[in-house]
């Protein structure tokens, strides 16, 4: 996997990628309409943010690059890659428990507040992936 050079992108699959966590400087862009939504994308090697009709999605600390975002109504899924550990916030459902799996690996339960937000740490190495799927239960 690399980073997203034209920040955000529809694969044939049916998701979406973004983020590139090469850049020194932060990029955005608005208004990219996907599957009758509309998404805007900020990345830079800080930071990398995706919101959703003006709602929250995603954000890493540092910045990251996520491939096959897949949002459904049990929870989420994708792929990312980044130059160091990130930590990882989504936006999800108020007052639900979420079952976090990494790489394969059960990484527990989690429970979202009146927010919905979920925040995971996810070890990354530049040049590698982890899959990351958020499942309701």
């Given at each position: 996997m690399s980073v997203v050079k034209e920040l955000i992108r529809t694969e044939k699959t049916g998701e979406i990628s973004f983020g590139n966590y090469e850049l020194e400087t932060k990029a955005k862009l608005d208004d990219f309409k996907f599957g009758g939504d509309i998404y805007k994308v900020k990345t830079c090697k800080d930071i990398t943010k995706l919101e959703k009709n003006g709602l929250f999605v995603y954000e890493s600390v540092p910045g990251t690059a996520v491939?096959?975002?897949?949002?459904?109504?049990?929870?989420?899924?994708?792929?990312?890659?980044?130059?160091?550990?990130?930590?990882?916030?989504?936006?999800?459902?108020?007052?639900?428990?979420?079952?976090?799996?990494?790489?394969?690996?059960?990484a527990g339960v989690m429970k979202t507040g009146l927010g919905g937000k979920v925040t995971i740490g996810v070890e990354?190495?530049?040049?590698?992936?982890?899959?990351?799927i958020v499942t309701k239960k």
């Open positions: 491939t096959g975002l897949c949002e459904t109504a049990e929870g989420v899924k994708f792929t990312v890659e980044g130059a160091t550990d990130a930590q990882i916030t989504l936006e999800l459902m108020d007052d639900a428990e979420y079952a976090i799996n990494i790489n394969g690996e059960d990354l190495s530049e040049g590698e992936q982890s899959s990351v």
